[in-house]
């Protein structure tokens, strides 16, 4: 029998949870459904049906994703796709992924997101590399900072529910400027990011709130795990960074002052941070930052005009694009963009095209990860009249990199 995609029933939804958590291997945990039914939204809940039998699926969050200028352009947060291993390989993840990108376009989003399991499995699908995630791991008596630093503020131990309170002041300040952030809703805050479940702790502490102020105000803040251990010659405990972020730099000196201040410390760890790292250029030995940088977000473009039109531009001028979408043949089309006072107007057009990329590579430059340029070096895309690639990097510039400091 053929697999169907479509939309769970709320009574099925223990079943969709059974499937997909079967597919990637792992126990399903009570608590886990009660705590994702809050975040859930269940009309965007799709399984893959054998018959009357959910054998795979996958979700979207509707998102409030920031874009370069600041501007909040709906998208679609794809999570939690698999199909289970008796049902591979027979179409259900590809009529998953066209359902879930129709989806997004019926509800006006201009494009989904996604952290990646595997990369390939979604650039078929026209998803490209938009940001990037860096992890570290630097041993505390390496930790020094290159100059001297004062406090610029006060750090404190809190708990959950004042958490809940003075958290989301730091994450929306820094989300309303930073491509790949989504606004947070209280229940995301506390069943995503604040929440504590044994689970999650792999043989570590419980979570650990600081928060970081200046005169009374919220200036950043850090979660934290510790995992200790010891051995002959005296601690080997791991302090592990959840998430952390800091409005300014002071507040950022202040944050990993503290955390590198932690005693009975051996290792500082923290994943899932941003390719330009501040920590790079404060610490006396960058090397010892054992930093490691990977794939973040990817991005898929389903309405192109929409898109580009949302986020703001550099430089004004001119360039005609003519994008492929072999997946979504609908979303192709050449168009002119015409960026004046740091906005865009896109007019479809019959002129020679100036630039030729694929829909991926469109994800790819969208949120400021990459520029055209790279992607040349890189043998994507084609630069079909002189100069075009420098026009079109200086309109698409970006002041500050992408990034999401949290796997959804």
């Known amino acids: 029998m053929a697999l169907e995609v479509r939309t769970i029933a709320p009574n099925e939804l223990r079943a969709w949870f059974d499937a997909i958590w079967t597919a990637f291997g792992e126990d399903l945990q009570e608590e886990a459904i009660e705590r994702d039914k809050r975040v859930f939204e269940l009309d965007r809940i799709f399984g ?6 959910i054998v795979g699926g996958g979700g979207t969050f509707s998102f409030q994703m920031t874009v370069p200028g600041g501007a909040l352009m709906p998208t679609g947060g794809v999570t939690a796709v698999g199909v289970m291993p008796t049902h591979r390989r027979q179409g259900g993840l590809r009529q998953l ?28 699908f026209g998803y490209g590399l938009a940001s990037l995630s860096a992890s570290i791991e630097i041993e505390r008596e390496h930790s020094a900072f290159r100059n001297p630093v004062d406090w610029a503020g006060s750090v404190r131990l809190i708990d959950a529910a004042e958490a809940l309170e003075k958290f989301p002041i ?35 502490s419980k979570k650990f709130f600081v928060l970081n102020e200046r005169s009374g105000e919220p ?3 850090a979660i934290y795990r510790i995992k200790s251990e010891w051995g002959d010659g005296g601690t080997r405990s791991v302090l592990r960074v959840t998430e952390w972020l800091a409005v300014d730099p002071p507040a950022t000196y202040d944050v990993w002052r503290y955390l590198f201040g932690v005693d009975l410390i051996h290792k500082i760890a923290h994943g899932h941070g ?9 610490l006396n030995q960058p090397r010892r930052l054992g930093m490691r940088v990977g794939d973040g977000l990817w991005l898929r473009i389903v309405d192109v005009p ?6 703001s531009y550099a430089a004004d001028g001119d360039v005609v694009l003519q994008v492929t979408d072999t997946v979504l043949p609908e979303v192709s089309g050449r168009w ?38 790279e992607l040349a070096r890189a043998g994507r895309g084609a630069e079909l009249v002189g100069g075009a690639i420098r026009r079109a990097d200086a309109m698409f510039a970006t002041d500050r990199a992408p990034w999401c400091p949290h796997v959804f």
């Open 48 to 53: 893959v049906y054998d018959g009357k039998n």
């Open 97 to 124: 992924m066209l359902h879930q990108l129709a989806d997004c376009k019926s509800r006006g989003e201009s494009a989904a997101l996604l952290w990646a399991s595997e990369g390939s499995i979604y650039q078929r």
């Open 170 to 204: 730091v994450h929306d300040a820094i989300a309303a400027l930073t491509p790949g952030f989504y606004q947070r809703t209280p229940a995301w805050w506390e069943s995503q990011v604040l929440a504590d479940p044994e689970h999650w702790r792999q043989g570590a």
């Open 219 to 221: 200036t950043g803040y």
């Open 274 to 282: 941003p390719a330009d790292y501040p920590l790079l250029l404060m």
């Open 306 to 311: 929409a898109a580009l039109s949302t986020r």
């Open 336 to 373: 002119r963009l015409a960026v004046r006072s740091g906005r865009a107007q896109l007019t479809p057009t019959d002129e020679p095209a100036e630039l030729h990329i694929d829909i991926a590579d469109l994800g790819a430059i969208f949120l400021g990860g990459f520029s055209f340029a």
